[in-house]
């Protein structure tokens, strides 16, 4: 009788059991979120705890790493200091400089290079300028021409920078006896400038002013004895030059040694060697930083 009945009410037993499961699932459904729920809650909870405790501290750093941070740049300042004791004499230049008086300068300079060169026996090319052929002409050519005033005082000061770091080491190669002084290049200041004593790499800076970079190029030829004495000199030169790459061609050979083995011991002796001399190429870079401004707070008080 029951299975008749289940028989003649199949539908009705069909969705009784599909409403059942689909109740289960449901149900099943609501626990899932449920249980999500619970979490998401908790962890919004820690976040809020979190964001409490974010709230009710103090803003800013700690007492302890804001002294650390001072003795830090203090270090650095020290650091710096002692750097610019060591490296930081730099090359003043005359605020009231004209075109003309560079030129005054850059003969007087000349003048004086070329009698110690002759005086130490020290060949120098006809006409030699050092560097400076474009301004020394003949006839002689004014820098900065129809420029600004404040482009005309850049462009002064960065030729008596020039002027001055190729007296030096022009100098240290007269006073270390090298043979001939070949050619000098520096980087060009002026468009309209150029020729074989142009050198092509810029003068550059530190994006943060800290310092200046003015690339050169000497041409020497001299002993290995002579080129050692020029290396040294730079190192302890009162400017800060950097030599960024020396070629040298020519290098002396070994010594060759003749050698007696008949009666009593072996002796070395050395043979007669011809003097050889180095063609040298070297590239020597400035590096200027800046000075620091005088400090202004009491400047017009007396005795200041």
């Given at each position: 009788?029951?299975?008749?009945?289940?028989?003649?009410?199949?539908?009705?037993?069909?969705?009784?059991v599909?409403?059942?499961?689909?109740?289960?699932?449901?149900?099943?459904?609501?626990?899932?979120?449920?249980?999500?729920?619970?979490?998401?809650?908790?962890?919004?909870?820690?976040?809020?705890?979190?964001?409490q405790?974010?709230?009710?501290e103090?803003?800013?750093?700690?007492?302890?790493?804001i002294?650390?941070?001072?003795?830090?740049?203090e270090?650095?300042?020290?650091?710096?200091?002692?750097?610019m004791a060591?490296?930081?004499?730099?090359?003043?230049?005359?605020?009231?400089?004209?075109?003309?008086?560079?030129?005054?300068?850059?003969?007087?300079?000349?003048a004086?290079?070329?009698?110690?060169?002759?005086?130490?026996?020290?060949?120098?090319?006809?006409?030699?300028?050092?560097?400076?052929?474009?301004?020394?002409?003949?006839?002689?050519?004014?820098?900065?021409?129809?420029l600004?005033?404040?482009?005309?005082?850049?462009?002064?000061?960065?030729?008596?920078?020039?002027?001055?770091?190729?007296?030096?080491?022009?100098t240290?190669?007269?006073?270390?006896?090298?043979?001939?002084i070949?050619?000098?290049?520096?980087?060009?200041?002026?468009?309209?400038?150029?020729?074989?004593?142009?050198?092509?790499?810029?003068?550059?800076?530190?994006?943060?002013?800290?310092?200046?970079?003015?690339?050169?190029?000497?041409?020497?030829?001299?002993?290995?004895?002579?080129l050692?004495?020029?290396?040294?000199?730079?190192?302890k030169?009162?400017?800060?030059?950097?030599?960024r790459?020396?070629?040298?061609a020519?290098?002396?050979?070994?010594?060759?040694?003749a050698?007696?083995?008949?009666?009593?011991?072996?002796a070395?002796?050395?043979?007669t060697?011809?003097?050889?001399?180095?063609?040298?190429t070297?590239?020597?870079d400035?590096i200027?930083?800046?000075?620091?401004?005088?400090?202004?707070?009491?400047?017009g008080?007396?005795?200041?």
């Open positions: 009788m029951n299975l008749k009945w289940l028989k003649q009410n199949a539908l009705i037993v069909g969705f009784v599909g409403f059942l499961i689909l109740l289960g699932g449901v149900i099943w459904l609501q626990q899932m979120a449920s249980a999500k729920r619970t979490d998401i809650d908790a962890a919004l909870d820690e976040q809020m705890s979190q964001l405790h974010f709230l009710q103090k803003p800013g750093p700690s007492h302890e790493n002294e650390i941070i001072k003795k830090d740049r270090q650095v300042e020290h650091l710096y200091g002692q750097l060591t490296v930081g004499h730099g090359i003043e230049t005359p605020a009231d400089l004209r075109p003309v008086g560079f030129l005054q300068l850059m003969a007087s300079t000349f004086r290079l070329r009698q110690a060169a002759d005086t130490a026996g020290i060949k120098l090319p006809d006409g030699f300028a050092f560097g400076f052929g474009h301004y020394a002409g003949p006839p002689p050519t004014l820098p900065a021409k129809g600004s005033p404040e482009d005309t005082k850049r462009i002064l000061g960065l030729l008596v920078k020039q002027l001055r770091a190729i007296d030096q080491i022009s240290l190669l007269i006073d270390n006896h090298v043979d001939e070949n050619q000098i290049r520096r980087s060009e200041l002026e468009s309209t400038a150029g020729g074989t004593e142009a050198f092509d790499v810029p003068i550059t800076s530190d994006p943060n002013a800290l310092y200046e970079v003015l690339p050169f190029e000497f041409q020497f030829t001299c002993t290995s004895g002579s050692r004495a020029v290396l040294d000199g730079l190192t030169s009162e400017l800060f030059f950097a030599v790459r020396v070629q040298v020519g290098e002396t050979p070994a010594s060759d040694k050698t007696t083995t008949t009666g009593g011991p072996v070395a002796v050395p043979t060697q011809k003097r050889t001399r180095l063609t040298v070297m590239r020597v400035l200027e930083f800046p000075q620091k401004e005088p400090d202004k707070k009491g400047a008080k007396p005795g200041a």
